[in-house]
């Protein structure tokens, strides 16, 4: 699987989901782009997007996606409040279906 990493998580994650293709919207050069331009340039190259956005559900369409979105709620974004949701999350990626949000955490 490709994942993406929205900017608000930490890197550290990559390494947690090492045995799938990992990056991260920073390291794509895509900070700060808007959340409709960020799944454009997002959908087709990806098949997972993660993010601690539980708006985006409400903010985008995203009927007829072809990638996953995983939304992690938790209370910030420190990788020491994300650890416990760790095995929910890989858990959400091996589940991952294309036109599906999945939602882990509080």
């Known amino acids: 699987m490709k994942i993406i990493l929205d900017e ?3 890197r550290r994650l ?3 989901l090492h045995s799938h ?3 991260t919207v920073p390291r794509q050069g895509w ?4 959340n409709g331009a960020l799944l454009k340039k997002v959908e087709g190259e990806f098949d997972i ?3 601690l956005d539980s708006n985006l559900a409400f903010q985008q369409n995203l009927k007829n996606l072809s990638l996953c979105i995983i939304v992690i709620r938790a209370v910030n974004s420190r990788y020491e409040t994300l650890q416990p ?3 929910n999350i890989i858990q959400a990626v091996e589940n991952a279906k294309a036109g599906e ?3 882990v955490g509080n």
């Open 8 to 10: 608000c998580l930490p």
């Open 14 to 16: 990559i390494r947690d």
């Open 21 to 23: 293709s990992v990056t």
């Open 31 to 34: 900070a700060g782009t808007t």
């Open 49 to 51: 997007f993660i993010t």
């Open 85 to 87: 949701f760790l095995p």
């Open 101 to 103: 949000i999945a939602v």
